[in-house]
């Protein structure tokens, strides 16, 4: 079981950053790959950046992999991030922590939101025009 704790969101201008933090329980936090994920309002969930749980592999949305956004994990503190740059007025979302399965795979990232079986309780991010 691992429990999703996110924090750093807020409201923002255009063109500025976030970072979002996103602290885990549990003892076995490098065993799972990460990943987040936003809904903006009136649409559906959506990937933005996963992971793998080494660190050492990650993905990207077409739209975040614009180089504006970086995901990162910490082990040792059990802490994931998405770094946020040059944050623009569609950006605005609730955006989510989650854990996927555990796995032996130091390279495993997934972009598919049902490969994901942990979720934090999410934190909005607001960027105004």
């Known amino acids: 079981q691992v429990q999703l704790v996110e924090s750093g969101g807020g409201l923002v201008q255009a063109g500025g950053s976030l970072r979002l933090s996103c602290a885990a329980s549990?003892?076995?936090?490098?065993?799972?790959?990460m990943g987040w994920l936003r809904q903006a309002p009136g649409k559906e969930r959506e990937f933005v950046a996963a992971v793998s749980r080494s660190g050492g592999n990650t993905a990207y949305s077409l739209d975040s992999a614009k180089g504006r956004f970086t995901i990162s994990r910490d082990n040792a503190k059990n802490t994931v991030y998405l770094q946020m740059n040059s944050l623009k007025p569609e950006d605005t979302a609730v955006y989510y922590c989650?854990?996927?399965?555990?796995?032996?795979?130091?390279?495993?990232?997934?972009?598919?939101?049902?490969?994901?079986?942990?979720w934090g309780q999410g934190t909005q991010v607001t960027v105004s025009s």
């Open positions: 989650a854990a996927g399965r555990f796995t032996t795979s130091q390279t495993f990232v997934s972009a598919r939101e049902n490969a994901y079986d942990y």
């Open positions: 549990g003892r076995t936090f490098s065993m799972y790959p």
